[in-house]
Nanobody
Framework: QVQLVESGGGLVQSGGSLRLSCAAS????????MGWFRQAPGKEREFVAG????????YYGDSVKGRFTISRDNAKNTVALQMNSLKSEDTAVYYC??????????????????WGQGTQVTVSS
């Protein structure tokens, strides 16, 4: 089992940047594929980005490609989401998630086993 704690959310102006971080407990972090999701009020939870166990593969949702970058540091048990060129439509609660399954269907929220509590990102226009 793993516990996930997100940090780094906040209020930023449109066009600005934020870096989210997710800290994981335990000593088996490298056994998990990691993902970031977001949920805006009244909307479904949406896939943002995923990264394979050792960082060799990444995958992004269409709405964030070219603007967001996911990375991980297995030595520190952390995964980060660098968000640039933020838009008002990026406003949401952002969640870190971990899955024991491999890379297949990495964007499927149903295939993730553990979730953090979320961190709010608000982009003002």
């Amino acid at each position: 089992q793993v516990q996930l704690v997100e940090s780094g959310g906040g209020l930023v102006q449109s066009g600005g940047s934020l870096r989210l971080s997710c800290a994981a407990s335990g000593n088996t972090f490298s056994s998990y594929t990691m993902g970031w999701f977001r949920q805006a009020p009244g909307k479904e939870r949406e896939f943002v980005a995923g990264i394979s166990r050792f960082g060799g593969m990444t995958y992004y949702g269409d709405s964030v490609k070219g603007r967001f970058t996911i990375s991980r540091d297995n030595a520190k048990n952390t995964v980060a989401l660098q968000m640039n060129s933020l838009k008002s439509e990026d406003t949401a609660v952002y969640y870190c998630a971990a899955r024991t399954k491999g890379w297949t269907r990495v964007s499927s929220k149903e295939d993730y086993d553990y979730w953090g509590q979320g961190t709010q990102v608000t982009v003002s226009s």
